[in-house]
């Protein structure tokens, strides 16, 4: 559904819970995901080793393994994955979806998560695995944490991948246990076991990966996004309730503080609202309040405590005079 408001353009969509099977039985599972549009850009680079009905064995019996990391550089993101049991595994490269302001270090954390439950589930579909198990580990605690153990709420950072990833997890027959590896174990000389050599060598692939992420355009839709808003064309990741306020409630407020004598609308694009906006938020709420009430000259000053029958008068105590909030800095009385 698209729709405008204040010249605005707003557009919100769904699309199918679950991808659409093949109905041709593929003879190996590289050539399934191929088929079902699965080595899109999550599945760059695949490597397979060993034989995959071992991994799905170990899927079964949950003792299977999966590791990813992500990279982030100059508003692009990549990450890595592994997945492996007896001496198999499955290996990748993804693109982060989003375009530039979207990205982080974080998102690329989540794209490393979401690729590996992605392709756990046609895991499961070709090999007709109907329950099981999986430990999944990055370094990233907060990437870990946000999609394996939150309750998730649609203000939180990346809620397109999020919601995704909580979507998949939620209708996967996989148990999902996670486990949190220490980043750049190399960096410090210990001896390392194999989850911080897997992290290590996801974390330089993803690295790599970053060349080719510079050269290929831009996307924002994936499978599993639950639901999203687009404003002009541009897909909103996180912070829905402001970015939405603003956008209907921004070009009204300009409008009608242009019409007081005090201030002109002409001035409102050279104030540099987001200094401002930033500095606010670093003092307290009550301090905040003040200085909207002051500011807005709706505060305990003469014209509004005889507005309020608070008084029967608007006069300064000290000069006489009537009484506003300019008039406070101005009082010449003592």
Known sequence: MIYSHGGNIFSTGQAPAAAAASQTRQA????????????????????????????????????????????????????????????????????VPGLGDAQSSYRSELTGLYAILDVCHYLCSYL??????????????????????????????????LAAIHRMRTTSPLCWTFQHVKGHQDSFGSELDHWAQLNILMDARAKR??????????????????????????????????TVYSLVQDQRAVTYWGQKADLCSDDFPVVDWHSIGTAIREIPRSR?????????????????????KEWDHDRCPRCGSSEDSAHIWLCSGS
Request: proline share 3%; aromatic share 14%.
């Open 28 to 95: 190996t599972f590289q050539q399934y995901l191929l088929v079902e549009n699965a080595a899109s850009w999550r599945c760059h680079n695949l490597a397979f080793s060993g034989d995959v009905t071992k991994l799905a064995q170990s899927l079964r019996d949950g003792s299977a393994i999966a590791v990813s990391d992500g990279s982030y550089k100059s508003t692009y993101g990549t990450a890595s994955w592994w997945i492996e049991a007896q001496g198999s595994s499955i290996s990748g490269d993804a693109l």
């Open 288 to 308: 905040r309040v003040f200085l909207s009430k002051h500011l807005s000259g709706m505060c305990g000053v003469g014209k509004f405590m005889l507005r309020w």
């Open 128 to 161: 007709n695995i109907l329950e099981g198990g999986i430990t999944i580990g990055c370094d990233g605690l907060e990437a870990l944490r946000k999609s394996f153990a939150y309750k998730l709420h649609f203000e939180d950072p990346c809620f397109d991948l």
């Open 209 to 242: 990966f970053l060349t080719t992420a510079f050269s290929v355009p831009r996307f924002q839709t994936f499978w599993q996004e639950p639901w999203s808003l687009w404003i002009d064309g541009k897909k909103v990741t996180n912070k829905f309730t402001p």
